[in-house]
């Protein structure tokens, strides 16, 4: 089986096939993602189509595990960081 035919197959199954094809899914620019996939933690994994090249792929269920959880996190920290703690009053002595 050729790879673009391998390709059509992955794509048909839910799967996101090279840097260009995940970085539109997500909406930023490829270059981006290709510098920070690993600092963010996107759930990559490559597919080697010969010796000396490798395609990524996402799963789309992954991706959107991967964004859900990325969204939850800034809202927390959001959240957390608006919230503040404050100390009861000490009682007066008379």
């Known amino acids: ?3 673009s035919n391998f ?3 992955l794509k048909g199954s839910g799967f996101i096939v090279g840097w260009r094809n995940i ?5 930023i ?3 981006t993602l290709v510098r920070n996939w690993r600092n963010w933690g996107v759930p990559v994994f490559f597919l080697e189509t010969s010796e000396k ?3 990524p792929v996402i ?4 991706i959107e595990a991967w964004r859900k959880a990325k969204l939850r996190a800034a809202y927390m920290e959001e959240r957390n960081s608006k919230m503040r703690i404050i100390n ?3 009682p007066q002595s008379e």
């Open 1 to 3: 089986m050729n790879d």
């Open 7 to 9: 390709s059509k197959k």
């Open 23 to 27: 970085s539109r899914y997500l909406g």
């Open 29 to 31: 620019p490829e270059n």
């Open 53 to 55: 090249f490798r395609r």
């Open 59 to 62: 799963h789309v269920a992954d």
């Open 88 to 90: 009861p009053p000490k």
